[in-house]
């Protein structure tokens, strides 16, 4: 499952990076993956939204079984 969650974040990273910023993985704890957002998103004050409407979606498209995408 670890693969496919990386998998999907190479799928939404460019979107991130056209706007300055980027996104890491980190865990995936049970269901719910942990990533780091970098760069313009670590400050963002739209990154909750991001996180959730655009990483979140992508993953759960590709992974069905995660419940939650949390930033650490």
């Known amino acids: ?8 974040l190479e ?3 460019p979107m991130l990076q056209a706007d300055g910023g980027d996104v890491e993985f980190v865990e995936l704890d049970g269901t719910v993956v942990k990533v ?17 409407m655009g990483v ?3 993953i759960r498209e590709v992974v069905p079984e995660i419940t939650a995408v949390e930033a650490v």
């Open 1 to 8: 499952m670890k693969e496919k969650v990386i998998a999907a």
């Open 11 to 13: 799928k939404v990273r």
């Open 36 to 52: 780091k957002l970098r760069g313009a998103c670590a400050g963002c004050p739209g990154a909750q939204m991001t996180l959730k």
């Open 56 to 58: 979140e979606r992508v």
